[in-house]
């Protein structure tokens, strides 16, 4: 008889966030926080993961990991968990940053994201995020795909002990998380802040030490006609943000 834990569902997503911005910046956020890859970064599989996990409102859809997302609607079990891990793109260390305890799940009719005719998704009943360096892993079998907590012995120790982990942690901030996030998307949806923050990189004795910065150059020099301040404002403006359009389309909620 397998020996599992059954009175909780985990499922472990990974997510790509940002590099740490130099103090004095006009980006002021923590960087002790994981913020996820908001700046736009093309990244190590050449693609620009930028939405999830969703800490504006601590939701969760299928967007992304869709058949890890369904797969967790189909458990039929009262306690149910996200944990969520990430790699620092300056040290390639990585770390677990916290859990979304699963609340009410929802679908929202819609064929935009090529999701067969619907988004589903879950709200965060209740919520525990870290600080990047808090929890530390090494384990090389964790890959970037999602894996879940019932299906072996040995997925179902390591998601547990993660989960407990997590839980052993006196300081949450996942209010933090929220706040700083909200307060980016304002600001990239700001025609006259952005406008700011590139004067103020401009002049910035650090620049040469901004990685974002120097992105921004490489950028400029294969798209002589944009930059990654328009293209930010333009993409946070746009239906390509899918909070964008989600927030206007009703939730039917399942439980």
Request: glycine fraction near 4%; charge should be positive; charged fraction near 30%.
């Amino acid at each position: 008889m397998l020996n599992i834990n059954y009175d909780r569902d985990i499922v472990l997503f990974n997510y790509y966030s940002t590099r740490v911005f130099l103090e004095g910046c006009f980006i002021n956020i923590s960087n002790d926080l994981a913020h996820r890859n908001l700046f736009l970064f093309k990244l190590s599989d050449g693609k620009i993961h930028f939405e999830f996990p969703v800490f504006e409102n601590h939701t969760y859809n299928s967007i992304c990991n869709l058949k890890g997302v369904r797969s967790l609607i189909k458990r039929d079990t009262n306690e149910k968990y996200i944990i969520f891990r990430t790699q620092d793109q300056n040290t390639k260390k990585r770390y677990i940053i916290g859990y979304y305890k699963i609340g009410k799940t929802y679908y929202q009719e819609t064929k935009i994201f090529n999701n067969n005719g619907f988004v589903c998704g879950f709200e965060a009943s209740e919520i525990h995020l870290l600080k990047r360096r808090e929890i530390i892993f090494k384990d090389n079998s964790i890959g970037i795909g999602h894996n879940v907590s019932w299906h072996l012995e040995k997925w179902n120790r390591k998601l547990n002990n993660f989960l407990n982990r997590i839980q052993s942690k006196d300081e949450d901030y996942s209010d933090l998380y929220q706040k700083e996030t909200l307060e980016l998307v304002h600001l990239f949806k700001d025609e006259k802040k952005m406008d700011e923050w590139k004067d103020f990189c401009k002049t910035c004795i650090k620049n040469k030490q901004c990685y974002f910065y120097r992105y921004n150059e490489r950028y400029k020099k294969k798209n002589p006609k944009s930059n990654m301040y328009d293209l930010i404002h333009k993409v946070y403006n746009s239906n390509i943000y899918s909070k964008n359009i989600l927030d206007e389309i009703p939730k039917k909620y399942i439980r």
